[in-house]
């Protein structure tokens, strides 16, 4: 089981990128659970997540929200813009678990 986070602005841009990451992790078989918070509600939601992923628009938050991940000891990053922008699920969760896994060793 995978926990990944997503977060934007207002946690509504995100759902369609949502949407496509869960399709992939259940092409894949994988069980996993994918939702999206608005930028107010990551902080508190990533205590139950094993990645955040921030939306390009919120990379000027990566810093405050890195303090936060790293108490947690899980992965952060900024989402590929291209990715991002053509809902690019598969992409997206590919990298999420790469993050994840670099973050195991």
């Known amino acids: ?3 990944i ?13 949502v949407s496509k990451m869960e399709a992939e992790a259940e092409e894949r078989g994988m069980e996993a659970t994918i939702w999206a918070v ?3 509600k990551a902080a508190v939601d990533m205590k139950k997540a094993d990645i955040l992923l921030i939306g390009p628009q919120m990379r000027f938050m ?3 929200l890195q303090v936060v ?8 990053d900024v989402i590929n813009p291209v990715d991002y922008g053509r809902v690019n699920g598969k992409a997206v969760f590919e990298t ?3 993050l994840i896994e670099k973050n195991k060793k």
């Open 38 to 40: 608005a930028q107010d």
């Open 96 to 98: 999420a678990l790469e």
């Open 5 to 17: 986070l997503l977060a934007c602005s207002s946690g509504m841009s995100t759902s369609l990128l």
């Open 1 to 3: 089981m995978v926990n």
């Open 69 to 76: 991940a790293d108490e947690e000891g899980i992965p952060l």
């Open 62 to 64: 990566k810093k405050k």
